[in-house]
Structures are given as C-alpha cells and as structure tokens.
C-alpha cells in the first residue's frame, strides 16, 4: 500500500512540474544555503578557537594563584620534571613552560609596553610562534639571550634585525631590572595586535634576568578539543596549588563567540526554513485543493482518512527529500570551491578585533548537515499536515462535487 | 420485494435535512426502502427529488438525520469515517457520473487500486484488474491513462475498478449522463450482464429513461418521498 502510495504521490509531483519544481528550487536554494552558512560559521568558529589557543594560551594553562589580576615573577611555580607523566595520555599535542612578564620596550627611537615571554623555542611548536614567518633568526634555545619581536613592534620603535632594544621589568626581588637585548628576528602573526602584543627572549635568559628559576605559565595544547574537560580535570588534581584554567576562562571574548556560532547557525536554519515552510504550506495547499475532488473519489471508493493524509505528507516529504539531497550536494560542491578559504584581508583590522584570522574556511561537519537533513524533512513533514488534514476534513459530498 | 434477511441494503424511516445558510432543507423524509439481494432497481424523480441522497446514504458517503440504514446487515449509523471507508471498500462498488478516475494512473492500475487497498497479493490483484478489464472489452487499453480514453471507454474502466472487489451491491449515480446514446445502450447491456449473469445487486439514480428500461424494479421518488415502488414486468 506504501508503495502505492508512494507512486501516486510521484506522479502526483511529476502533473505539475513548473509549480513543483520552482518549490524544489526553492528548496534546493534554502538547504544550500542553511548547509554553506552553517559551514562557514563552523569554520569561523573553528578559527576562533584555533586562533585563542594559539595565542600562547593553549587549550589548558596553568597559572599560580593571583597571576591573572597582578602578572609578574612574584606570581611563578616550580615545575617538576615528571609533571606530565599522569596527563600525558596522547591527547596532549604539546606542551610549553613560559615565563611572561610585563615589560618596557625600548629603542633609540621609541618606547612601547609589551608582555616578555621566555620561551624554549623547541617547545612552542603548540602556539603561533612555532609557525610564524621569521625574518632574520628565530632563537636557538632556551639560552638564547637574543630577542624576537613582531613585525608591527618593530615598525612602532623603527627598529630592525640586529639591533638592540632595552626592556625594563620588574625582578623576583621587586627591584627593577634592566638589559639590552639584540634582535635575532622579526615575526609576522595573523594580525598586528599579536606583533605589538609579545615579544619573546630564551627562557633561561628571561629566568636570569628576573632572578627566579621558575615559570609563571604552563600551556599543554591538545589534539581535540572534547579531551579538555577531563584533562583540566586531571590537571587540577596533580596541581592543586595552581590555578588550571581552560582557553575558554582565559579568552571570554572568543569563547562568547564561539558559543554565539552555535546560535546562530539555528537561528539561520529557523529563519531560512521557516520562510520556506509557508511557501511549501501554500504549494501543498493548492494542489490539495485542485484535487479535493480526486482525493475525495479515492475515500469514496474506500482509501481511509489516514491514507489520504499519508499520501499528502509523502508528496511533501519526497519534495523535502529530492530538494534536501540536491541542496547539500550544491552546498558541497561550493564548500569544495571554497576549501582554500575566503580571503577576509580587505577587512583584517575589523576581524582581527573578534579574534579571527583574515582567511575564512568553510568546515561542514557531518552532525551538521544530518541535523539540517533530520530537521528540514521534519519541517516538511510538519508543514504538509495542515494540508492534509484539510484533504480530510473536505466532506465527501462537497469533495465529490466540486 | 425480498425479504429481510435477503436485503444487500435496507432503509428505514430514514430522512436526511441539510442546513443551507441556516436554513434547514429537507432532501429525504421517512423513506423506507429495501433492495434484494439480485436486483436491479432504478430510482428515478426529477432534480432534488432525493434519489442521489439516497444513493448517497446506502453508500455510506453521507449520513442520515434520522432512521437506520444497514448495508449488507452492517448497520451504517454506528459505523466511524475509516470503518465506513472499509464497508465502501469491501461491500460497495461506485460508478460516478465523472467516472472519477485517478488520473496519474493507467486503466489498469485505477481498476488495480482498489484491490491494492484491500491488500490484495500483486499477482492476484494484476490477473483480477486484467480480467476485469476484458470482460468488459477494455483489455487492450489496460496501459492507457484516463485521459487517452473516451468517456465510453472511462466509465467502463470505472465498471470495472466497482466490480473488481466483487462487491455486494453496485450503486451508480447517474452513469450515462456524459455518454451518447450508443455507449449508454452498451453501458446498460453490460450493467444488466452483470446482474443476470453474476447476481450483482444494482441501484442506479437516473433521469435518463433509457436506464429506467433496463432496470427490473423502478422506485420514483418525488420531493424526497419513494411515490412508486414497482417491479418492471418481464424484465
């Protein structure tokens, strides 16, 4: 019976294929639409993401108690050598032990305020620093006494590779410390605010000039993000005189936005689909209504009610169907033309405000589209039943002669 | 007349009002009728007589304001939509004035429909529409759509789709009203074949006196009351 059903609703698509197939279009358009947007928004807050974790946060840090609200030396641990051997179960992609303090940059023609981190360059492989574009030299080691500055820093103090710059700072003591440092390179980050933000030194070079063999931060990197609640977890556990935060406690901005991207893709998805229910609601209205008299002869000749309601969602669901599967087939195809990315730069000081790099890639996830897909055919169920019980509810007679 | 334990359909007291704009309207008023199992009745009156009513109410497409009517011994007025739909289904074969065919369907697949409602096996229910179709000379058009037919050649498909379940009892409402002269004359040989030969209980409504010749019990009904109820002499 199904399958006759079926092969009346399929024929009943095919009478009228202008009015079916400009609602198939209409269809096709939307679920495009809702898959693309909700891939790029994926992809945006992806790179958000990737982009904070990146920034020598890390997706966990561990801080000493108080750093946060009065960063300095003051505020630093000691770290044991066998710290990671009860986290490090493969989920940790990295790990970097810094030091960071904040600091005055000086050169012969400028003074800028930074953050000096110390860092051991074989570790920083997790943050941006590992991959950013270096002109002159990066450090060697964690001996290295020379200095890397961004780009934007160097333009700022009209400075260049071979120089020296000066930083002041605040030592273990709370004496003020003083040293010139030679720049090794220059780096170039996704946005400016990186360049001006840090610069970096050997961290065995940073603890001498500070006096305190000790970090002041620990940022484990790992392969997934769902690996993060039970290692800050963990973490917390081993480290219970630290303060083990995640990316999102360190970044709030991002991670609103982050959160703000799963909204908003629904919100998309309500306001697209929502548009086309009423258009598929009116197409099934009306071709409802052209047959009430052949719908009316089929419950005359003894097709129950429930069939004739089955017969009215099956012709909307094959509609959903066909035009949700040619829909995402369109929407792969363009995520695929757009797998290099959507080239933002035009507008880079605006994204670089929200965190985002200036290169924006599409990301599908399969969740994604299986909900669009589990969703849209559930609207189009949803949106066939007012018609269908009009089919109904039409009495015989009134159907029969109309 | 037969008696009441042969009745395909009985009616009593049976009166139908409509509300038209609030207004009620009287289409049928305590008729009482009954058809045997074999006949071939005509029901006959001028518009708004009440023979459709009628017709309509035996079918169960419609229901009474008062009175009992049972088809086949199942009593209508206790019956729900979709157990009304089954009666129609099992019991009753319809012929329309507009044939009603499905028109996205071939001759073959409208007369197969209903067998596939009763969830008849596809073999049985293939070589049963084929049969049906032949014996009422539409065999080789079995593959054409509605529209490829002629208004003859439809209401034959739509014959053979209300035989096709064997149905206890065949009503048809006005089924010559869109054929010439000729096609009605063969519509009628076939209609009387079918009650001769296989027993097929009969109610037409008609104003065509040409149907009224072949039936063998002639009801006329005037202002929604039977007037004369008479079986045709040597039919």
Known sequence: MLLKLLQLSIRNILRHRRRNGVMLAAIVVAVAAVVLMSSLIRGMQEDLAET??????????????????????????????????????????????????PAVIMSERGTRGVQFVGVNPAQEGISFLGGAKIVGEFLRDGADG??????????????????????IT????????????????????????????????????????????????????????????????????????????????????????????????????LIMMGALVFGLVNTLVTSVMERVRELGMLRALGMRPSSVVLQVVLEAGILMLMGVAVGVALAGAV?????????????????????MSTVLRPVALAEDVLLIVAMSLALGVAASLYPAWRAVKVRLLEALGR | MSSASQAVARCVNVSRI??????PVTALTNVDFELAQGEFVGLAGPSGSGKSTLLNLIGGLDRASQGEIAVDGVALQTLNETQLAD????????????????????????????LQLQGVHPTARRERALDALASLGIGTLAHRRPGELSSGQQQRVAIARSIVTNPVLLLADEPSANLDSATTEELLKLLRRLNDERGLSILTATHDPLVMGYAKRRVQLRDGAIVEDAAVSGA
């Open chain 1, 170 to 269: 605040q030592g273990a003591d709370g004496l003020s410390r003083e040293a010139g440092f030679r720049i090794a390179g220059l780096y170039e980050a996704q946005g400016e605010n990186l360049e001006k933000a840090f610069a970096f030194t050997g961290v065995d070079a940073l603890q001498r000039l500070l006096g305190a063999p000790a970090f002041t931060e620990l940022s484990i990197r790992l392969h997934e993000e769902p690996a993060l609640a039970p290692m800050k977890e963990r973490l917390a556990a081993r480290l219970t005189d630290l303060d083990v935060l995640d990316w999102r406690e360190l970044a709030p901005q991002a991670a609103a936005m982050f959160l703000f991207a799963d909204a908003a893709i629904f919100i998309w998805f």
């Open chain 2, 87 to 114: 009666l129609r289904l099992h019991k009753i074969g319809f012929v329309f004035q507009s044939y009603n065919l499905v028109p996205v369907l071939s001759a073959q697949e409208n007369v197969e429909f209903i």
């Open chain 2, 18 to 23: 409509y509300e038209e704009d609030a207004v």
């Open chain 1, 146 to 167: 020379r200095i890397l500055v961004g780009r934007a820093l160097a333009e700022q103090l009209e400075t260049k590779v071979g120089r020296r710059l000066v930083i």
């Open chain 1, 335 to 355: 995520i695929y033309w757009l797998a290099d990315g959507i080239d933002l730069s035009l507008w880079a000081e605006g994204v670089e405000t929200f965190g």
């Open chain 1, 52 to 101: 904070a974790v990146a920034s020598l946060l890390g997706h966990v840090k561990v801080l000493a108690p108080g750093y946060r609200d009065d960063p300095g030396i003051q505020r630093s641990f000691a770290l044991a050598e066998d710290w990671a051997s009860e986290v490090d179960e493969g989920a940790v992609a990295g790990w970097a032990a810094r030091v960071r303090v």
